[in-house]
């Protein structure tokens, strides 16, 4: 009989977590097999999954990234829910056999749980507001609003294999995924409680913060999904006016992070904004907030620059 979950796990260098992962899958209620698919890691991953007896685990001959790792893990799972689990992510004890209850009881193609966030260098938990149920769940997904994260989902096998992960969207590529699932109307479960832990790497987030090639080919990745995502649903009258509010409160936010080294492109990405929604509103208190409402987008970002530039020159 096929397993309740298949966890699948794409792995590359990541020896001194994975073993928290994979023991996280092992305590549940519920029937799983675990998947490791490893990207040709060079620090012992591999040698230690294949001493892992309980776990599915195949090495990439070269590295070849995450969307190639997870679609290959993908044709190897035979549970009825796939879960997808960060290597350095964790899950909770209670809740996977809860959501797999919930899933088959309401015939639901995506159960949802609460993501807890886990601060790596301080050792805590930081506790995130409970997952829906929300009003429209692809709004949700489209929006800057806390909408949980995929390690606390499943997703009902058949909808799953519908959506493989894509190359072009690698640093994106599981907001892609759950946006192209939406396109679908799936039919959403919410089960309360933690059903996993999202790691915040400290040192991580402060680089990419940095505005380095990374930051800068993730902005890019984040404005192609949206325009793709945002295309289809209007091709297909799936672009509610609640949609086109919670798409242009995300995109304002990516085009205040782009305006502070390309204010052309960020000017491309308001204009859009004002083309889907023409009374909206960036939703700001303070002196950010009243420049925006008096002297308009370009403006507050060229006196945000000259304040940044001025700044530095104290550092």
Request: aromatic content about 10%; charged content about 25%; glycine content about 4%.
């Amino acid at each position: 009989m096929n397993p309740d979950v298949s966890v699948i796990i794409a792995n590359y260098n990541r020896l001194n977590l994975i073993p928290r992962a994979i023991d996280s899958c092992r305590n549940q209620s519920c029937s799983i097999e675990i998947i490791v698919v490893d990207d040709h890691s060079n620090d012992g991953s591999w040698e230690w999954l294949q001493s892992q007896p309980d776990i599915i685990s195949v090495r990439n001959e070269i590295n070849s990234g995450q969307p190639f790792s997870i679609n290959r893990g993908m044709a190897l799972a035979t549970g009825r829910y796939f879960k997808f689990l960060d290597s350095d992510d964790f899950l909770n004890k209670n809740t996977l056999h809860l959501q797999v209850i919930a899933g088959d009881e309401q015939q639901a193609d995506i159960v949802i749980s609460r993501c807890d966030e886990f601060h790596s260098k301080t050792q805590t938990i930081v506790e995130r507001p409970e997952a829906g149920p929300w009003e429209d769940f692809t709004a949700r997904q489209l929006g800057a609003d806390y909408g949980s994260h995929m390690s606390a989902m499943i997703f009902k096998q058949e909808l799953a294999i519908q959506v493989p992960r894509r190359a072009d969207a690698a640093f994106m590529e599981d907001r892609m995924a759950i946006l192209e699932m939406c396109l679908r109307n799936p039919k959403i479960a919410y089960v309360p409680g933690c059903a996993g832990y999202w790691v915040f790497h400290e040192q991580q987030m402060t680089n990419f913060n940095k505005q380095g090639m990374s930051t800068v080919v993730s902005h890019y990745q984040y404005r192609l999904i949206f325009k793709r995502i945002l295309t289809v649903m209007e091709e297909r009258n799936m672009l509610t006016p609640l949609r086109k509010k919670a798409a242009c409160e995300r995109l304002w936010i990516l085009a205040e992070w782009i305006a502070k080294h390309h204010l052309h492109e960020a000017l491309e990405i308001e204009n859009w904004i004002y083309s889907l929604c023409p009374d909206f509103k960036p939703q700001y208190a303070g002196i950010t907030g009243t420049l925006y409402k008096n002297i308009g987008f370009k403006k507050t970002q060229q006196l945000l620059t000259l304040r940044r530039n001025f700044l530095k020159l104290f550092i």
